[in-house]
């Protein structure tokens, strides 16, 4: 069984940068896929970013980056130039590594078993 807890989300303003983390626990972290979502209200879950069992990230371009710190076994999204279209509950998701997949398996939602709570981001303007 795989633990997921986020935290970093609040209330921000448009424009500025905000850092989330997940951590993981219960499995060794080095072997599993762990990737960010974010739900906006009314709308479908959308694929954030996502670092591989094996290390390979992928993530939306442009303001997102995506970081694995070993160590404490965390996932952290860094958002930059918040936009108000940023709003929404982000969560954290984890499935343990399969080999020989591509982007669009990892981006998929549903190929995920494991999920945290969420954590709220809301951006003003």
């Known amino acids: 069984q795989v633990q997921l807890v986020e935290s970093g989300g609040g209330l921000v303003q448009a424009g500025d940068s905000l850092r989330l983390s997940c951590e993981v626990s219960?499995?060794?972290?080095?072997?599993?896929?762990v990737a960010w979502f974010r739900q906006a209200p009314g709308k479908e879950r959308e694929f954030v970013g996502v670092?591989?069992?094996?290390g390979v990230a992928d993530s939306l371009k442009g303001r997102f980056t995506i970081a694995r710190d070993a160590a404490k076994n965390t996932l952290n999204l860094r958002i930059d130039s918040l936009e108000p279209e940023d709003t929404g509950v982000y969560s954290c998701?984890?499935?343990?590594?399969?080999?020989?997949?591509?982007?669009?398996?990892?981006?998929?939602?549903?190929?995920?078993?494991?999920w945290g709570q969420g954590t709220q981001v809301t951006v003003s303007t």
């Open positions: 670092i591989r069992w094996s």
């Open positions: 219960g499995r060794a972290f080095s072997t599993y896929t």
């Open positions: 998701a984890a499935q343990k590594g399969v080999a020989g997949k591509g982007n669009a398996y990892y981006r998929d939602a549903r190929n995920y078993a494991f």
